[in-house]
């Protein structure tokens, strides 16, 4: 059985359909990256993956060996966000708080794994600084090791390089890259640049006006979907 199963999915605001008729899964160890033009509803969709929109029809099912609790979140920053008064550590450990259940000071596991996660990502020197302080890339870095503290199994990134330079963007390309790889996490991206998710992930699933295409990203470089999507792109 896949880890998340969506049948025929649609999902509306105040009346008017974003995403209409989404049928797609995603097995354990895939990279799926979730692309299309603006407005097509592919941030939309992965609010619903977490339970914080209701579909307007269809259903979504999880793999009874994966909670929710086990999803990881890296979501598009906002200026707030970029501007939070408080200490890389504290951010990161922040990503154990559904797991403290009735618990009012982190365990020494979740500080563990917090520290695991800052060292994996290449951020430990960094702990006692101020998250607003610093750069875009490193902030990204921040939020994935926050994200991962969270997640057991699947990481769900929306946008996760908007905004960055062309070296923060590589190098968290890399990081994700590693997570997959190594860690054999389960990766779904919501990605606005074609060219990068074609070559990093292994699925795509592309959220269109007219036409939708679900498969790997081999038979999505043949589709006439994709074809022109990326003959679109380079023009």
């Known amino acids: 059985m896949s880890l998340i199963a969506c049948d025929h ?11 209409d008729d989404v049928s797609f899964h995603v097995d354990a160890g895939w990279y799926l990256s979730i692309v299309g033009e603006n407005g097509a509803g592919k941030s939309t969709l992965v609010r619903g993956l ?32 970029r501007n939070f008064p408080a200490s890389v550590e504290e951010v990161v450990l922040s990503g ?16 563990r794994r917090a520290e695991e996660r800052m060292d994996l990502l290449g951020i430990t020197s960094l702990r006692d600084r101020c998250y607003r302080e610093l750069s875009g890339g490193q902030q990204q870095r921040v939020l994935l090791a926050r994200a991962l503290c969270a997640a057991r199994k699947v990481l769900l990134l929306d946008e996760p390089v908007t905004g960055l330079d062309p070296i923060a963007t590589r190098t968290l390309y890399q990081a994700i890259r590693m997570l997959h790889e190594e860690r054999h996490m389960t990766i779904l991206m919501v990605s606005h640049d074609i060219q990068s998710a074609v070559s990093e ?6 959220l269109a006006r007219k036409g939708r ?11 006439p979907l994709g074809k022109a999507y990326l003959e679109g792109w380079q023009a």
């Open 9 to 19: 999915l649609s999902f509306a605001y105040e009346g008017l359909t974003v995403v």
């Open 50 to 81: 977490l339970h914080l929109k209701t579909p307007s029809r269809g259903t979504i099912r999880f793999d009874e060996g994966l909670r929710e609790d086990e999803i990881g979140y890296l979501p598009q920053q906002t200026v707030v966000q």
């Open 96 to 111: 154990c708080l559904n797991h403290l259940g009735w618990r009012v000071w982190y365990s020494k596991e979740q500080r």
């Open 201 to 206: 992930s292994d699925h795509i699933l592309h």
């Open 213 to 223: 295409f679900f498969g790997s990203t081999r038979e999505y470089l043949t589709s």
